[in-house]
């Protein structure tokens, strides 16, 4: 019975809320995903409830919109500029209860 290594993870999943503990996360899941030479996926999860309070109090009905283009500079801003070209990184922005939409 020949045993091979463990070559790592091919794919990983990070599911991000913007804060400072989440942009470790980021940074962990870089690595992991490089080390199995994986595929890394940044996921956000926007809850309906939130998005129709924040709407209301702020007057703004593009709020959720908007959050693919800060998870977009979250990545870019926490995630080594050489190693993005190293790593295939993909994001998604969700509508939906987090822990469904994870």
Aim: charge should be positive.
């Amino acid at each position: 019975m020949s045993h091979q290594a463990w070559r790592g993870f091919r794919s990983v999943l990070c599911p991000i809320d913007f804060s400072p503990p989440s942009r470790l996360a980021l940074q962990y899941a870089e690595a992991i995903a490089l080390r199995g030479r994986g595929t890394l996926t940044v996921i956000y999860a926007n809850d309906p409830l939130l998005i129709a309070a924040a709407a209301a109090a702020l007057h703004d009905r593009h709020i959720a919109k908007r959050s693919g283009k800060e998870l977009q500079a979250f990545i870019n801003t926490t995630l080594t500029p050489a190693v993005r070209t190293r790593l295939r990184v993909t994001s998604r922005v969700a509508v939906g209860r987090p822990t469904e939409e994870i």
